[in-house]
């Protein structure tokens, strides 16, 4: 039985953070109906992937996200499309939504709303920045989040000056945090028996992996600043490096492993500068980044990987997305699900949660739902007729690509 078999969520999400937030839930057992806004467009459909599946609005950056969720399109201005909105949450455990805060409240389908038809709900908004503080109404992506948080003044180097990170890395650490704060919540309501709402700006949920960073700034006064490819521990032992095929990573940060790394490199005259490697001088750091430039371009980076792992010493080679994912320690490691796409003849290898457990087994992917492919299922479950249907779809309500056409 999956962790969260029975959770209901009703995902009123759109573009990468919110979608993802629900996705995690999703592959641990959650059931989420996503409603999308009627006449809207949610440009994820048609970013990424081929383009077949772009055209069919099952682009990439959707499909990633949204496999196995039903979807129903729904004009949440219309009363009646509020009313529908309102039953599919007082069936539901989670409502999930990702507008700019108020937009809910103005809908009538904010907290509030819910809250009158199903008192006990897990109410969970992702935005920018929050519901208070003067950025509050201030829209936010991930790539204003990564400079307005710090994130790319540690990014790049003093050529390149500050840089993004190369995917959207605040949308995806906003949507685990959301993840992790409605699993929190669905387990004090079995305790308590209350709901609540969560508050989850993408501001604060990228803030909470830098608190390194704050308590050395507010310490010393000195920021991180352009770190390039200088590790975290500021060691001249590790870095990214040139191999005779391309590039290499290591990381010898203690004082064993750089012996251990000079001696399989046969750099015997290091091993002094090794041994105290946190008292270097600034023309000891450049002797040692020299020779091990030097020595690292003599061999492939895969040589290198097994010489390093062979002495412990950390080292990869920096593998480009379809290397990694073709590796068999990827596929040892049970992070992949297959993902049945149109126009495949074999699934996709689509990364699914970052960790396995020994008592279930993750279940198998369906494909992501067109724009409104579940909407006439969805309606028939909430007990609507199919004149009630029919009405719906002509009054602009509803719609689905098997509900009636309106003129």
Not at 73 to 80: E, G, H, S, T, V
Not at 124 to 131: A, K, R
Not at 257 to 285: C, F, W, Y
Request: glycine share 12%; charged share 20%.
């Amino acid at each position: 039985m999956l962790p969260l078999s029975g959770v209901k969520i009703l995902d009123a999400t759109h573009v990468i953070a919110g979608p993802f937030a629900s996705y995690q839930l999703c592959l641990m057992g959650a059931e989420a109906v996503r409603v999308e806004r009627l006449g809207g467009n949610d440009f994820i459909r048609h970013h990424a992937g081929s383009d077949d599946l772009i055209a069919a609005g099952l682009g990439g950056s959707f499909s990633a996200q949204n496999a196995g969720k039903k979807c129903i399109l729904l004009n949440l201005k219309d009363p009646r499309g509020r009313d529908v909105f309102l039953k599919l949450a007082a069936e539901s455990d989670v409502v999930i939504e990702n507008y700019r805060p108020g937009v809910m409240d103005r809908l009538r389908v904010g907290y509030d709303d819910i809250c009158a038809v199903k008192p006990d709900i897990i109410y969970c908004s992702l935005s920018g920045y929050g519901d208070v503080g003067p950025l509050k109404d201030t829209p936010a992506y991930d790539h204003i989040v990564q400079g307005m948080s710090g994130l790319m003044r540690m990014t790049g180097t003093a050529e390149s000056g500050p840089q993004r990170a190369g995917l959207p890395i605040t949308d995806y650490i906003a949507g685990l945090t959301a993840a992790l704060a409605v699993t929190g919540a669905l387990h004090q309501r079995k305790v308590s028996g209350d709901g609540q709402h969560l508050q989850v700006p993408m501001l604060a949920s990228v803030l909470a992996f830098m608190g390194t960073f704050a308590i050395d700034q507010q310490t010393t006064g000195q920021e991180r600043g352009l770190q390039g490819n200088i590790p975290f521990s500021g060691s001249p032992f590790a870095g990214r490096f040139d191999a005779a095929d391309g590039y290499l990573v290591v990381t010898a940060n203690t004082s064993a492993q750089a012996v251990r790394m000079v001696t399989a490199l046969g750099l015997d005259n290091l091993i002094p500068l090794a041994e105290k490697t946190g008292h270097l001088s600034d023309d000891e750091r450049a002797t040692i980044t020299v020779a091990l430039e030097k020595a690292f371009r003599l061999r492939t980076a895969t040589a290198w990987e097994g010489i390093l792992g062979d002495v412990s010493v950390p080292a990869g080679k920096v593998r480009n997305l379809g290397d990694i994912l073709a590796h068999p320690q990827t596929a040892a490691s049970g992070c992949l699900d297959d993902l049945p796409l149109p126009g495949r003849d074999v699934p996709l290898k689509l990364p699914g949660l970052g960790f396995t457990s020994d008592s279930w087994k993750r279940a198998p992917l369906r494909q992501p739902d067109t724009a409104g492919e579940s909407t006439k299922d969805v309606m028939r479950a909430l007990g609507y007729s199919a004149e009630e249907i029919t009405a719906l779809t002509l009054a602009g309500v509803i719609a689905g690509p098997d509900t009636p056409k309106r003129e």
